[in-house]
């Protein structure tokens, strides 16, 4: 069995294996930064931890918004980065026999995205590859930027809510 973190964007359900998950936060300050992708909200400061948050709705081009928001902070391979979801939902054992390989196209979502469709009754969950969200040239730009910014900044700032 492995389980996942459930999780909201839009109306569809997706998951991260629970061994990546670090936290799952609230509300916090979102620092912008100019000139990174645009799926890229900005950095937070996670107890003088600057981590990039990647917008999950904008990088899927899902254009429902709920209104509320969450933060989730995985590891991707030696850093961590906060992942901007809907909402969250609870864990979710699956067996290797309810979890079957991507298809070739789902919902306009790029299959490297996935490392499988998690099945459970009537519900299906979009299982994520984590290391695949961010390509390497993505992970290098953003490692350059957040290395640069000082975790206690006097700037203006915005929530999500």
């Not at 389980?3 to 990546?20: L, T, Y």
């Not at 309810?98 to 299906?124: N, Q």
């Amino acid at each position: 069995m492995e389980k996942f973190a459930v999780f909201k964007i839009g109306k569809e359900d997706f998951g991260v294996n629970i061994s990546r998950v670090v936290e799952i936060l609230k509300s916090q300050k979102i620092y912008f930064l100019p000139e990174l992708p645009d799926f890229i909200s900005g950095v937070i400061n996670v107890r003088g931890e600057v981590i990039p948050l990647l917008d999950l709705r904008r990088r899927f081009g899902v254009h429902t918004k709920t209104g509320k928001c969450r933060i989730i902070v995985v590891r991707c391979e030696d850093e961590k980065i906060g992942l901007l979801v809907d909402e969250i939902d609870k864990i979710v054992p699956f067996s290797p026999e309810e979890i079957s390989a991507p298809p070739a196209m789902f919902k306009g979502l790029k299959t490297e995205y996935l490392t499988g469709l998690g099945k459970k009754e009537d519900r299906i969950v979009i299982l994520l590859n984590i290391e695949r969200l961010l390509t390497s040239e993505e992970k290098i730009v953003l490692r350059e930027s957040t290395d640069l910014i000082d975790p206690n900044p006097d700037l203006e700032n915005c929530h999500c809510e």
